[in-house]
């Protein structure tokens, strides 16, 4: 084994204000340092970090790492963020119950099934750029990037649209990094709680044809889905089919901006928009950290020891940077191979990538035809991140026509 593991264990949290304000700068130099860095979360929690390419690929689908939390064995105290009930869903087990739950959901989300959803993605959009096009400037993340995901993903579940305001601001508290944030993390998430047996109620005494009353229905005809997993999974699409997507569309439109020769490139079709959100998602990863998991046993991650029961996080912002697997990373260049590891890898593959992907490709689509004029309002350097390490996206996109 090497010594790379003990040189780095020295670190400070890699959580600190420095990583979040600038990941891919910082993440460079871990990668250069060493392939594990044995670090601590905001909390305390002791978290291996894993920074490069193929061993955060490996890890990935590695059998001997869970998502399972009963097989945390760290030495500091692990508090868990959610309540029980938020608890049992795919980002938290393993086979073969994460089989039987992401078979009762995945028909959802085949491609097939998402493309009937483009008449619905497609009139939101131009519903929403509508709204604005009297305007010469707009923040096109409140405008656009925020609304369409929600939309679409209450439309699939089958949710009101007056309780979706609600819903994105306990998703912000929930995500926030700030000091004490976990205990408003936690109060989110019992209004989450609260919220989604209210909307399970009505769908059980009113069902209608969303994928929230197929579940419901899954729960009684075949005794395969529990209650605490009927609610759980809920919450996940929920959650998890709004931030990740508000975050690739901002992204994606700031990769536009900042390359203006990308515009007409795709405007002419010299350039597809799929192969720029690929290269939005390698570039400009919206989750930069993989769901953590658990060592099942001892284990060599890049000649790294990580002790049985350790807390594992794989970086996918740092991997989809390696300068290993994509030459100039730096740079935004959507004609290269896309290989990146933004949607994960494995049997835990994103769900809703197919969803994500499209909302993505519409809203730029629409967006560049609608505004030909496009362009940032500020310089780039002014603009705000989100300041959390779990996720990677701007608070604000002010633009002009």
Known sequence: MSNEGDIASAAPSLFDSTLVADPHTGYARLRAAAPVHRTSTPSGEPVWLVTRYPDVRAALTDPRLSLNKANAQTSGAYKPSMPPELDAHLLNLDAPDHTRLRRLVSKAFTPRRTEILRGKIQATTDDLLEAVAGASSSDLVQALANPLPMDVICELLGIHAEARRDFRAWTDTLLSPEPGAAEDSRAAMRRMHRFLLGVIADKRSHPTDDLLTAMIQARYESDSLTESELVSMAFLILFAGYDNAVHLIGNAILGLLLHPDQISAVR??????????????????????????????????????????????????????????????????????????????????????????????????????????????????????????????????????
Not at 292 to 307: Q, S, Y
Not at 337 to 358: D, K, S, T, V, W
């Open 268 to 401: 002419d079709g010299r350039t597809s928009v799929h192969a720029l959100v690929e290269e939005t998602l390698r570039w400009n990863s919206p989750f930069p950290l993989g769901v953590r998991r658990f060592a099942l046993e001892d284990l060599d991650i890049g000649g790294v020891d990580i002790p049985a029961g350790s807390r594992v996080w794989v970086s996918i912002a740092s991997a989809n940077r390696d300068e290993r697997e994509f030459p100039s990373p730096r740079r935004f260049d959507p004609a290269r191979r896309p290989a990146h590891l933004a949607f994960g890898h494995g049997i835990h593959y994103c769900l809703g990538a197919p969803l994500a992907r499209l909302e993505a490709e519409i809203a730029i689509t629409s967006l560049i035809h609608r505004f030909p004029g496009l362009k940032l309002a500020v310089p780039a350097d002014q603009l705000n991140w989100w300041p959390s390490f779990h996720k990677r996206g701007l608070q604000r996109l002010p633009v002009v026509w």
